[in-house]
């Protein structure tokens, strides 16, 4: 649901201390809208917090963990007494695992899962209802990932997580149609963020992970191209958002020949670091 006016709404983005939300923060600050940021801890959250109240909106801050649906419940009730409603819910927060699935232990399946599926979930279980209450135009927004439909090699639980975050937005997107709450689905693609660094199979160290950062760095564009885009499909109402390096272009691929794709990637794998 397009909301061609931003100034004075809500913004609610978790994972909102580095990269993407951070980025897409100060985006919508610049807008006009109001920031509720949230991430694990507040200390990373406060120069966030500085920078959108100098753009002339407030922000508020909350430490949520978001794969636990008790603090996600009560994140959800706290913000409705301080500002009612979001306009828009920006589920953000993710984690990255990068490891050979035999080489990975289940323990950090279950963590990709609950962070990367399961915060979504929540987000959506305790906003919207608030939401569809409050009435007017409103967008949720989940990020997934161009690897929801062109993974790589070591990415398993990242990309069953966001293959299943993908195929969430299609059915929360068909269960809202005839309400005035849009379903936008973001697939960034190479972005040059921390995430890269937040975790990897010990079978994935050294020079493997460097050649891979080295790739992230050289060919990522930078997390505030994602937030633009973010805004831009708010504004709009667009429902899939395809964003950054090589995002539209596999998207495509995929449609055109999935055996290209596949040798394709598995080349570029090979090359970069994920094998």
């Known amino acids: 649901m397009a909301i061609p006016q931003l100034k004075d709404k809500q913004v609610l983005i978790t994972g909102a201390a580095s990269g993407i939300g ?5 985006a919508f600050a610049r807008q006009g809208a109001h920031i509720i940021a949230s991430d694990l801890r ?3 959250l406060q ?6 109240q ?3 909106v407030n922000c508020l801050l909350q430490a949520v963990d978001v794969s636990d649906e008790a603090a996600m419940a009560a994140f959800a009730a706290w913000v409705h007494e301080q500002v009612g409603a979001p306009d828009v819910l920006f589920n953000n927060a993710g984690i990255a ?3 050979k699935f035999l080489d990975s232990g289940l323990e950090q399946w279950q963590r990709v899962l609950n962070v990367n599926l399961m915060g979504v979930v929540h987000g959506c279980y305790h906003f919207i209802p608030l939401m569809l209450a409050a009435g007017g135009p409103r967008q949720v927004v989940n990020v997934s990932s161009t690897a929801s439909y062109a993974p790589s090699p070591s990415m398993a639980s990242y990309a069953a997580s966001k293959f299943a975050v993908a195929g969430f937005c299609d059915v929360l997107r068909m269960e809202l149609a005839g309400t005035r709450i849009g379903v936008t689905d973001v697939c960034p ?6 995430i890269t660094a937040s975790g990897a199979a010990p079978s994935m160290q050294g020079e493997q992970l460097q ?7 050289k060919e990522g564009c930078l997390p505030e191209v994602v937030a633009n885009d973010v805004v831009q499909a708010v504004i709009t109402g667009k429902t899939l958002v395809l964003t950054g390096p090589y995002s539209r272009l596999l998207y495509h691929l995929k449609r ?20």
């Open 256 to 275: 055109l020949s999935r055996r290209l794709l596949f040798k394709i990637t598995l080349g570029t794998a090979a090359k970069v670091g994920y094998l």
């Open 189 to 194: 693609g190479v972005i040059n963020t921390a």
């Open 211 to 217: 050649r891979l950062q080295a790739y992230y760095r």
């Open 42 to 44: 507040l200390e990373p």
């Open 54 to 56: 100098a753009l002339g």
């Open 47 to 52: 120069s966030l917090q500085q920078e959108v």
């Open 22 to 26: 951070r980025a897409a923060a100060l």
């Open 97 to 99: 695992y990068l490891g």
